[in-house]
């Protein structure tokens, strides 16, 4: 395979695309500035094989981008195939350019292209080619993009496209254009077999490649290529005589559509185009991955994300992301990854309960959400700091006020109300409430409900009781063991029961806050002083 960069410098997205597509087949390794400033850029930080450069530029020309880079010491070697449909009126500018080896004029079919470029590179010098005077004409002749569906990311993302294909069941190539790279997604039956880009070096992956792969950097070199060279046959080859285990070339495949795929999240996309019913290359007929873009996106985190210990951890929990058209496909996660997902919803839920429930790191739930959270699986959402109450109130008009109190975000309380008995039940079971906040009622004397009395001892050890009485004057007295609770009388307002909830969090002298029940007379003074009794 031919390891040669070619470096286009042209406006003409046209230009490009063909260049780039026609090369990349050929085996180059392609790369693409649309301006003189991106060229001049890319030209000495790469250092190409060649430089395809078109003469007329916006606001320059090609025999001054030319000469800048040329006369920096690290260009100076860098030859040049100068293109423009000016013929002769530009290229004599360029005759006293040693650098410039070939002419390649427009418009220009494929074949001359290739013939043109792989002459250059051989050769290191040809004659300028001579034709006749002529006027502006079509760039490209005889070149029919099959491209079904194309355009920017100005309205739609890489995650909704990708969604869109596989909802559809779709087949083809789906070509990426980054700020520097293009990225080429393979898809069969809408789901992603193989992710190729022949404008980012094997060496840039084999930097980010797991121990156990390092062995196989080499073949890189055909992987991330298009697979339709012939080098790429020979190598399909050494599968068909079993030289090649196929699982560990998978796992190199993956690990390969993983890195790519993270790059398309983590730079700028440009524009994409979408060539339906093309054929999957037979490399990747032979080993597809048949993944999802999240399973991407959470391989790519595990290996190529860092963990960061967050300090907001404690105070933010992951929520399930509801869209509209989103896909669910998960292949490509693992049992682990799929479990997390279940014990994700519309409640914010923190990541070390998060890391509990599944047994695995901390470390590992952070950079599987971050994976999640790329494809707009996830979201952050900030924790209640507070706590939660269960109140049981079947009072209409108080029933109403608690509700207010619990949906204003201002307060530290959250929690659900209830209005009769079997509610209170079903809410004791499924809530770690910190506070229970329930009716008295009775003929002789106010009594708890049958559920909590009969458990009152089990229950006031782990949770703070208050309750919530009827006016003084028309109810009967507290039953016996029931003064040393907190007790607010109706009518009552928000802030009486804020007052009541948040008595026992108050520091003690020694400036420790309350956690437990307060005795009988403290209890009384406190309530006294805000007003509840």
Not at 76 to 99: C, G, H, W
Not at 171 to 187: N, Q, S, T
Request: proline share 5%; hydrophobic share 40%.
């Amino acid at each position: 395979m031919s390891t040669h960069t070619v470096l286009v410098i042209d406006d003409s997205s046209t230009i490009r695309k063909m260049v780039d597509s026609h090369l990349t087949q050929a085996g180059y390794r392609v790369v693409l500035a649309p301006t003189a400033e991106l060229g001049l850029e890319l030209a000495l930080d790469i250092i190409p094989d060649i430089i395809l450069l078109d003469h007329q530029l916006p606001g320059t020309t090609g025999i001054a981008v030319c000469r800048e880079i040329i006369a920096d010491p690290r260009g100076q070697n860098i030859p040049f195939v100068v293109s423009s449909t000016l013929r002769k009126q530009a290229y004599i500018e360029y005759m006293d350019v040693p650098n410039v080896v070939d002419s390649l004029p427009k418009p220009f079919k494929p074949d001359l292209l290739k013939s043109t470029i792989a002459n250059a590179l051989e050769v290191g010098a040809m004659i300028v080619s001579s034709q006749a005077d002529g006027t502006a004409v079509p760039e490209v002749v005889d070149e029919v993009s099959d491209a079904s569906l194309s355009g920017d990311f100005s309205w739609v993302n890489l995650r909704e496209l990708l969604d869109f294909l596989n909802n559809g069941n779709k087949k083809g190539v789906l070509e990426v254009e980054l700020e520097r790279d293009r990225i080429w997604f393979h898809i069969e039956n809408g789901r992603i077999q193989a992710v190729v880009s022949a404008s980012v070096t094997p060496e840039e992956v084999t930097e980010t490649l797991p121990e156990a792969l390092k062995d196989l950097a080499p073949l890189l070199r055909f992987t991330m290529s298009s697979g339709f060279t012939s080098q790429v046959d020979g190598f399909i080859e050494l599968l068909d005589r079993k030289v090649l285990d196929p699982r560990m070339l998978r796992t190199l495949l993956r690990h390969q559509a993983a890195y790519l795929t993270w790059s398309c999240f983590k730079q700028e996309t440009v524009a994409f185009t979408f060539f339906a019913s093309r054929e999957l290359p037979v490399l990747f007929r032979r080993t597809p991955l048949q993944t999802s873009l999240v399973g991407l996106l959470v391989e790519a985190s595990l290996s190529l994300g860092e963990s960061v210990n967050d300090q907001s951890s404690g105070t933010v929990g992951w929520i399930r992301r509801g869209l509209r058209g989103q896909n669910l496909d998960r292949s490509g996660l693992n049992a682990k990854q799929t479990q997390l997902l279940t014990h994700l919803g519309a409640e914010p839920v923190a990541v070390e309960e998060l890391a509990s429930k599944v047994s695995i790191s901390l470390d590992e739930v952070q950079l599987i959400l971050d994976g999640f959270r790329m494809a707009d699986w996830v979201d952050k959402q900030v924790l209640s700091q507070g706590r939660n109450v269960v109140v049981l109130e079947s009072d209409p008009e108080g029933s109403n006020i608690l509700r207010e109190l619990l949906a204003e975000t201002s307060n530290s309380w959250t929690g659900k109300v209830v209005r009769d008995e079997f509610g209170l039940q079903l809410l004791m079971n499924r809530n770690a409430a910190d506070c229970l906040l329930i009716e008295v009622n009775g003929d002789d004397e106010l009594r708890l409900p049958n559920c909590i009395e009969s458990q009152l001892g089990k229950i006031s050890e782990n949770h703070r009781i208050c309750l919530i009485a009827g006016p003084l004057d028309d109810s009967p007295p507290l039953a016996k063991g029931l003064q040393e609770f907190p007790l607010v009388r109706r009518p009552y307002s928000v802030g009486k029961i804020l007052a009541l909830l948040d008595v026992n969090d108050q520091p003690d002298d020694q400036g420790n806050a309350g956690n437990e029940n307060k005795t009988m007379n403290g209890v009384a003074s406190e309530l006294v002083t805000a007003g509840l009794k």
